[in-house]
């Protein structure tokens, strides 16, 4: 294999980053990182727990009250827009990082330097415009003459932050970003599944000129580095995404000191093919938000409801396109599908594949693992399923997608159907009609919609879930909220 920035990166002792420098050393053993696709070992990363979170939650509090919490919003923008050109400057480096870390088809492993580095550019934009207000008071019986009432916008302090394995460059700056923007300090801890990537950008951030202390990261596993922030009394808010009931863990732990939480949780999103609908575009879309990165993702649109009068056309036309895709490693630029995160995922994964048979679900394609060596599974696409089935109950987090059809319900109804789950992230309508789109937009019971497209995300676009899908939103001027305290002050004088 060639000597690469990446295989450079990969072939030193990791650990943590703490007070703006490496730590190889970890009180809880070690994790070896395993590469998806060949099970092969690609790193050896040190693991933390209590002692290394209450280091690193002393440095970042010192931090926030420290060189940081006195610069300019024009200076926090200045290292932010560094951050974000190192992003860039590193993109080949960070796509390999991700291909062998989590298993990423090299289409999506592209996108995670230019995702990082829109985010950097896009809150750096908002740090001057983080203020406060003034009010016509009359407190106390003042005039207004008497006094001046306003309120301020304060960082919320130091943040523990807690990310998934799927989309690690992505997921974790949907953290960092904002807590720059907003003056904060991070504590990061990584899924331990995949970890390098937070190393790797904590390295560029303090090559941008992030204080020390300013942005931390604690490897190891979530029951000791996870539980400990999650716990931690000196940690004013956190901020995590992975499954629901992670997320309930999280709730309970953080009681202590009656921490803010935002979290960013599940999904079993409803997709609604209408008989007008293009089925030119329909049916790989559907697809790919099924499918794309095999299904890893919150926002999988795994239950699809297709009209009786298109059902059978649009699940063949989706059985060929998953046929169609290409499986294997994602350094091979042609496969569409790669692994799935690990022997623990896959075989979860493979057990939804005997439950659907159990349980009288049609397979038009897929249901099998895939090749001796890997984690890899096929795109899989299931007819004749009932709202009762495992398939279609429950999240996979895998290539897994379930068709039920409908025929002459009202709007009404079909969307109980849709909202029959305990999740309410995201969701689809394909239809050429626009009462129907903005209709079933309104009834569906989920925090994002698309019409004739799925999970679209941007910078600007506030994404997150009702129900058990999470609380707060990221993106947008709205994940600003998450890091941000209001302070009210009145002044008064004789």
């Known amino acids: 294999m060639s000597n690469t920035p990446a295989q450079q990166f990969l072939a030193r002792s990791h650990g943590h980053w703490i007070d703006g420098a490496a730590v190889p050393e970890g009180s809880q053993g070690e994790i070896v990182v395993i590469d998806p696709a060949t099970e092969a070992p690609i790193a050896r ?53 991700a291909i062998l870390d989590n298993g990423m088809p090299r289409v999506i492993a592209e996108s995670c330097a230019p995702f990082g ?11 001057s415009k983080i203020t406060g207000s003034t009010m016509p008071s009359a407190a106390q019986g003042k005039r207004p003459s008497q006094l001046h009432a306003y309120t301020l916008r304060e960082p919320i302090g130091v943040v523990g932050a807690i990310t998934p394995w799927n989309y690690p460059f992505g997921m974790e700056m949907l953290k960092i970003a904002p807590v720059l923007a907003t003056g904060c300090t991070l504590v990061l801890k990584p899924a331990e599944d995949a970890p390098l990537a937070a190393l790797f950008m904590a390295e560029l951030a303090s090559e941008a000129g992030v204080p020390a ?30 499954s629901t009931d992670v997320g309930r863990i999280i709730v309970r732990a953080a009681a202590g000191n009656l921490k803010k939480v935002s979290l960013e949780l599940g999904g079993k999103s409803p997709v609604l093919v209408y008989p007008d609908a293009n089925l030119e575009t329909a049916i790989p879309g559907v697809a790919m938000a099924a499918f794309m990165l095999q299904g890893q993702n919150c926002v999988c649109g ?44 896959r075989d979860r994964v493979a057990g939804f594949f005997d439950s659907a048979a159990q349980e009288g ?15 890899f599974v096929a795109p899989t696409v299931y007819t004749d399923c009932t709202p009762d089935m495992r398939i279609v109950r429950e999240e996979i987090f895998g290539p897994v997608l379930a068709l039920q059809t409908f025929d002459k319900e009202s709007p009404e109804e079909l969307a109980a159907m849709a909202n029959d789950t305990n999740y309410g992230l995201s969701a689809s309508v394909w239809t050429r009609d626009l009462r129907t789109a903005h209709t079933m937009s309104r009834l569906i019971d989920a925090g994002q919609v698309g019409v004739n497209t799925h999970a679209a995300m941007d910078p600007t676009m506030p994404f997150g879930g009702f129900k058990q899908s999470g609380w707060g939103r990221e993106f947008g001027a709205d994940a600003l909220e998450l890091y941000l305290r209001t302070k009210a002050v009145t002044v008064t004088w004789d």
Request: charged share 20%.
């Open 45 to 97: 990363v040190a693991a933390g727990g209590q002692a290394e979170v209450d280091r690193a939650v002393a440095v970042a509090r010192r931090a926030l009250h420290g060189p940081w919490g006195d610069m300019t919003a024009d200076e926090r923008t200045q290292i932010m827009l560094k951050f974000a050109g190192l992003m860039d400057a590193h993109a080949e480096t960070i796509t390999e990082l």
């Open 117 to 127: 580095s829109m985010f950097l550019r896009y809150y750096a934009g908002w740090t």
């Open 213 to 242: 202390g300013v942005f931390n990261v604690v490897n190891g596993l979530g029951e000791s580095a996870g539980a400990a922030v999650a716990a931690h009394d000196d940690i004013d808010k956190v901020s995590f995404t992975g």
């Open 302 to 345: 795994s239950r699809v409801f297709a009209h009786v009068s298109i059902a059978e056309q649009l699940a063949e036309g989706i059985a060929k396109f998953a046929a169609s895709m290409a499986i294997g490693p994602g350094s091979d630029p042609k496969n569409m599908i790669g692994p799935l995160i690990s022997a623990r995922q």
């Open 361 to 375: 679900a049609r397979c038009l394609g897929g249901g099998t693992r895939v090749g001796d060596r890997g984690f």
